[in-house]
């Protein structure tokens, strides 16, 4: 019963086999591998991005941080939410990389565009001396499980460019936000207004690659020059293209999202029966939820694996409602769930 992140699962035997096939012979290094012509082709496509930027990188925080640098300058600021996986568990490797600063904007979980108009004002206002404003970036699906609308991604990309600001998506749970909203890439990204995305892939079946995707082409050299002297470059490249091929090739990345997204809902609902209450609507594949300390108890004894959230096991009043982060991947099994389910 191992609900702690759906980072914690293991690779998708089909991405394994990939990587045993790409382990043949002889590829050019550094990205020149012949895979990452077919997978630069296929993530265009399913972006309807024909020109698109394409690069993969091993972490979240790497395409997070060198997207960022990309699209912003060393004096500027970058908006984003108090809860943002940038502010909060990126040991400011994007401040690192771009050397500008974060400024957040009020809020718990989604960020709402009057708040972000009302920061965006705030800042550029003391000339030379303070910082000047820089990107807009939304996390997608949130840190707090969160699925925006197109309708509010589309609000939030509005309010940036009123000044002209670029966005960037953190897509490390993309395909769990897409399979919600059942909408095409193209509309979760540029047709809503970002202009660069993280496309995540580790925590959904991948052993460690996520893409960046440039709308604009002309930022490609820049990217490529920074991911270099980021040290982010892999020479063994053709292992990190065949993760993302295999995740690509019949839709696996769908299907996994898919699963992923049902399985928390079979949680979800079993949790709702049971008189759990929610921190915030589950709407992918992450619940926050609270129920008394006897049951987390209970569970834990049994061996379940999962996190506290601002609480502890610890302490006396059994009855004291506890809250907890249940994250569920695609290879959770029904059994797990409902073995859960009854224990609680
Ligand atoms: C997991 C995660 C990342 C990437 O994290 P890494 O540990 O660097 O791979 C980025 N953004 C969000 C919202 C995440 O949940």
Request: aromatic residues 10%; contains cysteine.
């Amino acid at each position: 019963m191992y609900f702690a992140s759906d980072n914690s699962g293991p690779v998708h035997p089909q991405v394994m086999a990939k990587m045993a096939e790409a382990n043949q012979g002889y590829q050019m290094a550094y990205g020149a591998d012949s895979m990452m012509n077919e997978v630069r082709d296929r993530i265009r496509s399913i972006f309807e991005a024909p020109g698109a930027a394409v690069y993969l990188v091993a972490t979240g925080t790497a395409a997070n941080s060198l997207a960022l640098a990309t699209l912003s300058k060393p004096w500027e600021t970058v908006f984003c939410s108090p809860v943002a996986h940038i502010h909060e568990d990126e040991c400011n490797a994007p401040e690192f990389y771009s050397g500008a600063k974060l400024t957040l904007v009020p809020g718990t979980d989604k960020m709402d565009p009057e708040a972000l108009r009302a920061s965006i004002l705030g800042e550029e206002t003391r000339g030379v001396h303070g910082p000047q404003r820089g990107p807009v970036s939304i996390t997608q699906v949130t840190e707090r499980g969160s699925v925006y609308t197109l309708e509010e991604l589309q609000a939030l990309c509005a309010v940036a460019k009123d000044y002209d600001l670029p966005v960037h998506l953190d897509g490390a749970r993309f395909t769990n936000a897409l399979v919600t909203l059942n909408c095409s890439p193209a509309e979760m990204t540029w047709k809503a207004g970002v202009d660069a995305v993280s496309f995540g892939g580790t925590k959904n079946g991948l052993m460690g690659v996520e893409a960046v995707v440039f709308f604009d082409e002309s930022k490609a050299w820049e990217f490529e020059l920074r991911r270099k002297r980021g040290a982010h470059l892999f020479s063994k490249h053709r292992y990190l293209s065949a993760q993302m091929a295999a995740y690509l090739q019949d839709d696996l990345w769908l299907k996994l999202a898919r699963q992923a997204n049902e399985n928390s809902a079979r949680l979800a609902d079993g949790l709702r029966a049971k008189g759990a209450s929610f921190l915030h609507e589950p709407q992918a594949n992450m619940i926050f939820a609270s129920f008394p300390r006897a049951k987390h108890r209970q569970l834990h004894e049994a061996g379940a694996v999962y996190h506290f959230w601002g609480a502890e096991l610890e302490g006396a009043d059994e009855d004291e409602s506890l809250a907890c982060r249940l994250v569920c991947d695609w290879s959770i099994g029904s059994d797990q769930i409902d073995q859960f389910l009854a224990l609680l």
